[in-house]
């Protein structure tokens, strides 16, 4: 059980996945499938306090932070690059709040309890995570994604802001990179809010997305088990699997060692460029390291690690050959 859910809805979530593990592939085996482009429609929500009433220094201006609409032009660009031009993202509507998010025990920073946290003059509350029932109840989520006025939300704030960098809502949600929202039933589509930090870079939003993806991408391979299962093939990096790397995980390269190792130098095999072919591989290793994918720059790993993914026509074992269409609307899971 997830915290916070009832065994009620524990067991209707375990009896979902035992019919999802035991009923056919949808769409058939092999065959043709058409790329389909997708646009989702996003409701960004900024949180940025005005910490200086006198001047009305925001909370970004006062600690040097990024722009927002250019973390929000960087990240569109990427993904529609990596994605080949699958993937546009629409913002169809931006909404600034003036306040610190309400944490989920109804506590609230003000702006000299915030500063005296981030300036390390005091410890910061606990527990951290914010109130997303509040969320989703102050911007009407539930009938705005059911209305299909809006695909996704996109959150931003700051640390100890207290969002998950990703969780999905509405009837079937699973685990996206953390507990899916509960009481969001009443939504018959799925959705995801992103929680994104204007102190941090697009690279980092991208990192959200990148375990976003992991997650969806887990659950759409849930019924295709060794080889067939093109996914856990793609994440196999050489620490766990010597001499047959292929493109590995958001957080380990091919040659990664640790977490994060995205600058390691050392020299392994890996099939990474084969992927370029899907699904008409062509057995393709060469010897790679850090230069392949950014020596060690977090934006530019995340974006050689997303350029990987299929996306052309077609389907196998009922499973499509546009990765993206899971990623960006997991109602196709």
């Not at 970004?60 to 609409?69: A, E, G, I, T």
Request: aromatic share 12%; proline share 7%.
């Amino acid at each position: 059980m997830n915290p916070g859910e009832s065994l009620l809805e524990a067991l209707r979530r375990f009896f979902d996945w035992l019919r999802n593990l035991f009923s056919p592939p949808p769409g058939g085996g092999t065959g043709p499938e058409p790329l389909q482009p997708l646009s989702p429609r996003v409701l960004v929500v900024v949180y940025d306090p005005v910490v200086d009433r006198a001047t009305g220094l925001k909370l970004s201006q006062h600690m040097r932070w990024s722009r927002v609409d250019d973390l929000i032009a960087g990240y569109i660009a990427d993904v529609d690059e990596c994605s080949g031009g699958l993937v546009k993202y629409r913002v169809v509507e931006r909404i600034e709040r003036d306040e610190f998010p309400l944490k989920i025990d109804g506590f609230r920073y003000d702006a000299a309890t915030y500063l005296d946290v981030i300036n390390r003059r005091s410890p910061a509350h606990e527990p951290d995570w914010a109130d997303y029932q509040r969320i989703v109840a102050d911007f009407n989520l539930l009938d705005r994604v059911a209305g299909g006025a809006i695909d996704e939300v996109w959150l931003f704030a700051f640390p100890y802001g207290g969002f998950y960098e990703s969780r999905m809502a509405g009837r079937g949600a699973f685990e996206c990179n953390s507990p899916p929202l509960r009481n969001t039933d009443r939504c018959p589509r799925r959705f995801v809010i992103m929680g994104f930090s204007y102190a941090r870079d697009v690279g980092e939003m991208l990192e959200d997305l990148g375990h976003r993806a992991e997650d969806i991408l887990k659950r759409a391979f849930v019924r295709t088990g060794g080889e067939a299962n093109l996914f856990a093939r793609f994440m196999r990096y050489d620490k766990i699997a010597p001499g047959r790397s292929e493109v590995g995980t958001i957080h380990f390269a091919p040659n990664s060692e640790r977490d994060y190792d995205w600058g390691n130098r050392r020299i392994v095999p890996s099939r990474c460029d084969d992927w370029l072919n899907f699904p008409n591989f062509q057995n393709v290793v060469r010897q790679v390291n850090c230069e392949a994918w950014g020596n060690g720059d977090i934006r530019l790993h995340h974006k050689w690690w997303f350029t990987r993914f299929p996306k052309v026509e077609g389907r196998t074992n009922g499973i499509s050959h546009n990765w993206w269409k899971y990623v960006i609307d997991p109602n196709n899971v």
